[in-house]
C-alpha cells in the first residue's frame, strides 16, 4: 500500500481520534498551536472520562478545561506559564513541569504519552508533513507517544532542515478547523504591539555597544529584548549570524536585507537556524518557506549547548525580572509567583559562555511597578522563593536604561557597585547601604 492510500485510510473525524483516549491517560499537546478540531472535540467529552491528564507545553487556546467544572475529567499540566494559564497557576488548580535544556525529557524519566496531538502541513509528494512556523520537540514527542494524533492545516508553511515528519508515523489524521481568531488567542507572551518606550530605546541603544561585525546572535522572547531586534540595534552591522530559539519579530527583514547572512559562521556556515520563526510578516514567512539560507531544527538540538558553543562570537540577548548583587538572573517568577519559563535562556548562558568570543546579556527595565508600589528591578538578594533562572557563576553583562554592568570575573563588591551603577537613581543610596551590609565588615 503507497503512503497516499495509507494517508487517506487515516483520515477520521476529530471525534473518532479522541474516543481512543481513556480515563487515566495522558495527553500532550505539542509546543505552538494547539490543533483546534482536536482540542474541542476533546472538551466535548466533559464528564465521559476522567483523570486524564493534559500536558499543555505551551498553552494559548481555552478550550474550556481551564475553568473548574472541568476538573471532573481533566487534570492541567502547564510547560510554559503564559497569560492564559496564570490564574490556575497562581490557584494551585494545575501542575507546572521544569523542563530540561532541552525542553523534554527522555522515555526512562518520564514514559511516552498516551496521546500527543500536533498540529501538521499537508504531506508533500513523498508523504512528508511539515510543522510548519516551529519545530520545538514535535518530532521527538510523536515518535515516543503510544498514538500520534495530527490536524492537517494548509497554510503551514515548508522550510529546510529537520521541519518534517512522514505519514507512516502518524495514527489518526483530522482537517484543520479554520477558526480566523482562536479562542483565547494569543501571540507567544500574549502582548499586543504597542510601540517601544524611552525605556526599551536606550537599553536597545546599549545592546548595540556590544555587537561587533560577524556576532552570532541569539534574541529570547521578552518584552524587553526583543525590541532590539526592531530598534536598529543591529542595523549597522555586517555579516552577523543567528542561531537562535524563537526568531522574533525584526529578524527575517534583517535577513532578507543581508545584514544577519551567517557567511561568517564556523557552525552552519551560511545558514540562519531556529526552532522557531513564527510572528512575521507574510513577506517574511514568504521568504522562509523552502529558503535553504534558513533551517528549523528541534529545540533539543538548538538548544543544546555544545552546539550553540560551536558558534564562535555567540552573543545571546535575554530578559529578565530581577538581578542580585551575586549576579543571579530571575526570568521566571517573583518570589514564588510564577509568570515566565526559563525556556531556552539557561542554555543560552552557558552556549554563550562556553563559546570563543561569546557573550550573555541580561537586560531588563531598572523598576518595575509604579508611584508607592515601583520597586527596584537590581536588589541584593532575590525575594525568598524566586527561581534562578542564570546562576552567578556564568551571568556577565546586565543592562537597564542606566547603563552596562559586566560583572563577570568580578567579586561580589565590584558586582554589587557596578550592579548600583545602573539601577534607578531613586534606589542607589539605599542600595549601597544595602551592599555594605552584606559585603563590608
Known sequence: ??????????????????????????????????????????????????????????PGRDFGWYDPVFEMSFKIEVGFP????????????????????????????????????????????HGYCSFGASV?????????????????????IRTYGDNYIHVDEIDYFVEHTPSGKAPGGTDLLGRKNVEAGE?????????????????????????????????????????????????????????????????RKNFKNGIAVATACGGGSKEDMDFVTMNPCFELH????CLDSRNIAANDNMVAVNSAVSVDFAGQI????????????????????????????????????????????KISRIAPMLAEGTIVTVPRTISDYVITEYGIAHIKGKTQRQRALDLINIAH????????????????P
Not at 85 to 101: F, K, M, N, P, S
Not at 144 to 156: D, F, G, H, S, T
Request: some cysteine; charged content about 25%; proline content about 4%.
Open 1 to 58: 500500500m503507497g503512503w497516499q492510500e495509507e494517508y487517506q485510510k487515516k483520515i477520521v473525524a476529530p471525534e473518532k481520534a479522541v474516543s481512543v483516549i481513556k480515563s487515566g491517560d495522558r495527553v500532550c499537546f505539542t509546543q505552538g498551536n494547539e490543533p483546534l478540531a482536536l482540542g474541542m472535540a476533546l472538551a466535548g467529552r466533559l464528564g465521559e472520562i476522567e483523570n486524564v491528564l493534559l500536558c499543555l507545553r505551551t
Open 82 to 125: 503564559l497569560p492564559i494559564v496564570r490564574q490556575i497557576i497562581a490557584e494551585r488548580r494545575c501542575d507546572l513541569a521544569i523542563g530540561g535544556l532541552g525542553f523534554i525529557f527522555t522515555e526512562e524519566d518520564r514514559g511516552p504519552a498516551d496521546v500527543v496531538m500536533v498540529e501538521v502541513s499537508e504531506p508533500d509528494s
Open 136 to 156: 520545538w520537540t514535535k518530532k521527538t514527542e510523536i515518535r515516543r507517544a503510544k498514538v500520534a494524533m495530527a490536524e492537517v492545516n494548509k497554510n503551514l
Open 199 to 263: 525605556v526599551e530605546k536606550k537599553i536597545a541603544a546599549y545592546v548595540a555597544e556590544l555587537i561587533k561585525d560577524r556576532d552570532c546572535l541569539q534574541v529570547g522572547v521578552g518584552s524587553t529584548s526583543e525590541w532590539c531586534c526592531t530598534l536598529g540595534t543591529f542595523e549597522s552591522y555586517k555579516d552577523l549570524g543567528w542561531h537562535s530559539e524563537t526568531t522574533p519579530r525584526g529578524i527575517i527583514p534583517l535577513i532578507r536585507k543581508g545584514i544577519i547572512n551567517s557567511s
Open 298 to 301: 528541534s529545540a533539543e538540538w
Open 330 to 373: 530571575a526570568a521566571e517568577s517573583v518570589g514564588p509567583r510564577v509568570i515566565s519559563g526559563a525556556g531556552g535562556q539557561t542554555a543560552f548562558a552557558i552556549g554563550s559562555f562556553l563559546s570563543n568570543g561569546g557573550k550573555f546579556i541580561t537586560v531588563m527595565p531598572s523598576t518595575a511597578g509604579s508611584g508607592d508600589k
Open 425 to 440: 537613581p531613586d534606589f542607589r543610596a539605599d542600595l549601597k547601604k544595602e551592599a555594605e551590609k552584606l559585603y563590608w
